[in-house]
């Protein structure tokens, strides 16, 4: 009976040490390493006992999977490349060095300037340059050339009219340009008589389809007036020339030069009376030629509204009465050659608005009443380089003057010289002016009075009692100060 019980009690502790499992019986199972990655932790390879799932180290000591774990890596971004929308906006690709599946983008700063214009004719480049932290890197964008953008032409005529150019500019580049010449061909509209102006016209045709084709006309001056004219030799191989009657109408254009071969001569004189009370000329052409234009060359042709003097003019003197009573004569320029004006040259001529002496004029002498009952008479305008030093009965009854300037060459007024222009505000006197009679500037309603010297210059000049009488102001004004009058 002893026995059989010691059989059980070995039996029985067996039995527990295999359900109690100690370490020395422990059964292992080898577990591997398993890596850990950037978001994932890893464990350490070790032991598992299959019998109680006890964990052990690889040295077979117990542990804790806490020790065992391997922590997560966490990313580890390094850039990579940019990478371009077809905007030409940019991101920098980074990609992680420990698994490069993981992938992160980051918006890049991006710039641009133009490399290259477009042009007409070549495409242009913009760079645009993408930039994150260090790393840069650019890339190209084609700008499409322009294309030419052509204006309106331009046409420019000879100065003969046989010739047109046209002309279209490139609105985007200014050097390119297309250009075309031709020759124009020439109609007779109307035939010019003596009487009047005929017409013509030139016509360019252009090649290129762009240009259209032009037409210009132009004015065929009348003809010399040679059947109502009469030319008388002045002995010397030059001519004078008249009306032949009064019978002209319309413009008379006297010819420069008279008579064939030998007898051939230039016309220099239009004698006294030449045109005298001729009522229905409109419009008088007088030649370079002429030099002299004698007493009432032009008088009384009431229905004469314009005198043409042809360019470098050898006219040197209007005689008296030369255009009085031209009651339809609006304006008129005189050359720059005229040295001597008569009495009366405009006298009463009811509709002269303007009078001008060409630039550089070298007027010596104004005569009486040169100026006087012209009651439109707005402008009278004197070239700096006039020399006539005496004004005398000149500028009378003017109604509608408001300046008048008189050069610095006048040295002396005479009586009545200014008188009875009744809008005449402003008056300017030389600096070179020594004497003033009585009444030399009287009844106008001068509100400024300018002498162009000083005011010690003003009180040398001699004046006569009621030099200046009937007027608005009571002061003249000098270059440095006002002096009484």
Known sequence: MKKKLVLMTSALMTVSLLAGCNAHEHSYKEVDEV????????????????????????????????ALTIAALGHDYKFDSFVWADDYSAQAKHVCSRDNKHVEMRDATVTSKVTKDATCEED????YTATYDVHTETKDKVLSKLGHAYGDPTYEWSDDNKSCTATVICGNDSAHK????????????????????????YTATFENEIFATQEKEVVIESLPTLSK????????????????????????????TYGESEAEGIVTTLPNQAF????????????????????????????????HFEENSFLESLGDYAFQTCVSLVSVTLPKSVKTLGNRVF??????E?????????????????????????????????????????????????????????????????????????????????SMEIYSIFECPIENLHFKGTVEEWNNVSKEHNYIYHVSTTVVHCTDGDAAI
Do not use: Q
């Not at 109680?52 to 542990?63: A, G, N, Q, R, S």
């Open 35 to 66: 890596a850990a990655t950037c978001t994932e932790s890893g464990v350490h390879a070790h032991y598992t006992c299959e019998g109680c799932d006890k964990l052990f180290d690889e040295d077979k000591k117990e542990t804790t999977l806490e």
């Open 124 to 127: 242009g480049v913009e760079t």
């Open 178 to 201: 297309i250009e075309e010449t031709v020759e124009c061909t020439y109609k007779v509209l109307e035939d010019a008589t003596e009487e009047a102006d005929g017409k013509g016209k």
């Open 229 to 256: 004219l009469i030319f008388t030799s002045n002995g010397d191989g030059t001519y004078s020339v008249k009306s032949k009657d009064s019978d002209i109408t319309g413009r008379v254009k006297i010819p420069s």
């Open 276 to 307: 005298f009370s001729v009522p229905n000329i409109t419009e008088v052409f007088i030649p370079n030629t002429i030099i002299t234009m004698g007493s009432d060359a032009f008088y009384d042709c009431e229905n004469m509204k314009d005198v």
């Open 347 to 352: 006298d009463e001529c009811d509709n002269l």
């Open 354 to 434: 303007s009078v001008v002496f060409e630039e550089g004029n070298e007027l010596e002498s104004i005569g009486r009443a040169c100026f006087e009952s012209c009651p439109k008479l707005k402008t009278i305008k004197f070239a700096e380089t006039s020399k006539f030093t005496v004004i005398d009965y000149t500028f009378r009854e003017l109604g509608a003057l408001e300046e008048l300037d008189l050069p610095n060459s006048v040295e002396s007024i005479k009586t009545y010289s200014v008188h009875g222009c009744s809008s005449l505000k402003t008056l300017w006197l030389s600096k070179a002016l020594k």
